[in-house]
């Protein structure tokens, strides 16, 4: 077979690839991949063989070649992202000419569609490493979750990485009210109950509100106490496609909805008081947890009582330990102050949360 084997093509300026290259010239074919294309948000570049433009056929981040059109492009330079579709399900012929073209996929359609939508929009977006996803959970009401959720959000995007803070409680009280921005204009948690399949990371990230140089999925002020599972799904990959980090604030309660959030997560952390009573309530959090979850963690919060600190309370619950939450002294005024948790660069929980991202960051190959 001849032809060598190139690079993958770069990115295109702005964190934006360009369109799939169609090589077909099969019409019913062609508006079937067009249809596909449109509903993933990508404008394809069509052609009946290989481009006679320099870089045309190694620079498309993604190339669909018709099953009609094999022959044309046999002998072109090997690449990666080479897709063979065809319809014949019992052609077992488009096997040996997916191998004669390089191709790494063979797709019959219509199966085949909700996939290649999937793979076209993830070129359309230019997807890259997906973002670290972080969820805070309290081992008691009160324990401190939505504040430290809020903290390390608010440090992640003064670090510079793109946030997206996600409030998965909807009895919480709303963490755009956290964060003072209850009025700001964006969509909240019920626009997206309807969602099914893919959700684009950017209309996403576009169309919540941005508060403190961070985007914040919330509650509005309505009845809706649930978001479906699917919706659920589809929002949290389209905000990790987005890379960065995300930051989630989870109830105690486990139904479908969270077990869906608890499935994308990449580390979880229970907030836990250092008291007694609230060792042995998040004993039975973190054994619901730990069923979706593997990577669970605790952080505590002090003061300690006689003969506890924050490691015997790690070893109590049998998990790692992320460290001793501090108390940021502005949250103890009796209005709350007008700040977001984790606004002072220099106060102990925003040094606090650097140090957990910066631990995290490496742990996950990011650094």
Do not use: N
Request: net charge negative; proline share 7%; charged share 25%.
């Amino acid at each position: 077979m001849a032809g060598a084997v190139t690079h993958d093509p770069p990115p295109a300026a702005g964190g934006r690839q360009g369109g799939p290259l169609i090589v077909t010239e099969d019409s019913e074919l062609l508006d079937d991949l067009l249809r596909l294309c449109a509903a993933a948000g990508a404008t394809p570049e069509v052609h009946h063989g290989v481009p006679d433009r320099r870089g045309g056929w190694e620079g498309a981040p993604l190339v669909l070649v018709g099953d009609d059109a094999a022959r044309r492009v046999r002998g072109s330079a090997r690449r990666r992202g080479v897709v063979l579709v065809g319809r014949d399900q019992d052609d077992s012929g488009v096997w040996r000419r997916a191998v004669e073209i390089g191709a790494e996929h063979v797709l019959m359609l219509p199966d085949g569609e909700q996939w290649l939508v999937d793979r076209i929009a993830d070129v359309a977006e230019g997807v890259g490493r997906p973002a670290l996803t972080v969820g805070v959970i309290g081992g008691r009401g009160g324990a401190g979750a939505s504040t430290l959720a809020c903290a390390l959000a608010v440090t992640s995007a003064r670090e510079g990485l793109r946030t997206l803070l996600v409030d998965a409680d909807p009895l919480g009280g709303g963490l755009d009210v956290l964060l003072g921005g209850e009025t700001a204009d964006g969509l909240r948690w019920p626009a997206f109950a309807s969602s099914r399949g893919r959700v684009g990371g950017s209309a996403l990230e576009e169309s919540l509100p941005e508060l403190h140089s961070l985007r914040v999925l919330s509650w509005d002020r309505g009845d809706r106490i649930a978001v479906p599972p699917q919706a659920v799904r589809s929002v949290l990959a389209a905000a990790r496609r987005r890379g960065g980090t995300v930051v989630v604030d989870l109830p105690r309660r486990i139904d479908d909805g969270v077990a869906e959030v608890l499935s994308q997560l990449d580390v979880g952390v229970l907030v836990v008081p250092a008291e007694l009573r609230a060792v042995a309530a998040a004993g039975r959090v973190a054994s619901a947890v730990g069923m979706v979850l593997r990577d669970l963690r605790v952080a505590v919060r002090g003061p300690y009582p006689p003969g506890l600190d924050d490691r015997e309370v790690a070893r109590l619950l049998g998990l790692p330990l992320v460290g001793e939450v501090p108390v940021e002294p502005q949250l103890l005024r009796p209005d709350g102050g007008t700040a977001p948790p984790g606004a002072a660069p220099r106060g102990p929980l925003a040094r606090f949360c650097k140090e957990f991202w910066e631990r995290a960051l490496v742990e996950a190959g990011a650094a």
